[in-house]
Each structure stands twice: as C-alpha cells, then as structure tokens.
C-alpha cells in the first residue's frame, strides 16, 4: 500500500501516528501503534537512506501478549506529483 502525507518542516509539528488495528465483526480493536516526527521523516526523504524500520509499542492490556515485538517497515520518497521540493511524501 502507498500512502501520501503532507508534513511541514517546523519542529512544533505534531508526530506522525501509525496504528496497527485487528478488524472485528463490529468496529476494530488497535493493538500497537509508532509514532515519527514529521522533520525526521523529511530528513530521510531528502537523504535517500530508502526502507526504514520502526519498533511499534503494543497499546494498553496487549504489552505481553506479542513473543516479539511488533516493528513496521516504510519507504519513505518524494511525492512525483509535488516532486523533490514539495512538502509531500510518498510512505
């Protein structure tokens, strides 16, 4: 899956949120999540250092229930559509 974000280079931007959630018959149950600062995240677009690997922390009651922690793996490029200089990037 490709997902697009539009972050801001300013060091009072929130963190980026990423969320691991289970789909259930009714609503969903989130088990782990990451969360990036955006500058970092624009730092490792204009390098090109290409896949990164982030630890996910479980959420709540869900701490001891993974035998291996939980890790998410991104690519993280420019946007073609705003290209190199856009604020946009290609997750």
Same mark, same amino acid.
């Given at each position: 899956e490709m997902l697009s974000l539009?972050?801001?280079w300013t060091p009072i931007a929130s963190?980026?949120?990423f969320s691991v959630r289970e789909l259930l018959t009714l609503g969903s149950r989130e088990l782990?999540?990451?969360?990036?600062?955006?500058?970092? &995240? #624009?730092?490792?677009?204009?390098? %090109?250092a290409g896949p990164m690997r982030f630890? &996910?922390?479980p959420v709540g009651q869900l701490q001891h229930?993974? #035998?291996?922690?939980?890790?998410? #793996? &991104?690519?993280?490029g420019a946007d073609t559509e705003w %290209?190199?200089?856009g604020h946009q990037i290609r997750v």
């Open positions: 539009r972050v801001r963190s980026i949120r782990c999540e990451c969360q990036i600062n955006p500058m970092m &995240m #624009l730092k490792w677009r204009i390098s %090109g630890r &996910m922390e229930e993974f #035998l291996f922690p939980p890790w998410i #793996l &991104m690519e993280i %290209g190199i200089s």
